[in-house]
């Protein structure tokens, strides 16, 4: 099973960019997925969440801004960003707890990190 991220880049002030969070592999089911980011110099936190039944949680700092939605068909979570601000810039990863057989064949839920997309907003 693997997790990738992608969808970032340079944007200016004010622009919009969609990330995508895929997972692949032998899958049962995704459960709970976040949007984490990490800046420069900053401890990793937590952007937006999205629960198996579609709850979804956001930080303050991106409410209003920030979407986050998922595809349970394509095993696929986004999360749409506008009004993009300078402070957005940073490493986003995201993080998904997933169902899926052992290599014995137990099913078991185990977290993955897909491997970071760089997104820089410039003024």
């Known amino acids: 099973v693997q997790l990738q991220a992608s969808g970032g880049g340079l944007v200016p002030a004010g622009g919009s960019l969609r990330l995508s969070c895929v997972a692949s592999g032998s899958i049962s089911r995704i459960n709970d997925v976040g949007w984490y980011r990490q800046a420069s110099g900053n401890q990793r936190e937590l952007v937006a969440a999205i629960t198996s039944g579609g709850s979804t949680t956001y930080a303050d700092s991106v409410k209003g801004r920030f979407t986050i939605s998922r595809d349970n068909a394509e095993n696929t979570v986004h999360l749409q960003m506008n009004s993009l601000k300078n402070e957005d810039t940073a490493v986003y990863y995201c993080?998904?707890?997933?169902?899926?057989?052992?290599?014995?064949?137990?099913?078991?839920?185990?977290?993955?990190w897909g491997q970071g997309t760089q997104v820089t907003v410039s003024s």
């Open positions: 993080n998904a707890d997933i169902l899926h057989p052992s290599r014995i064949g137990y099913l078991n839920v185990y977290n993955y």
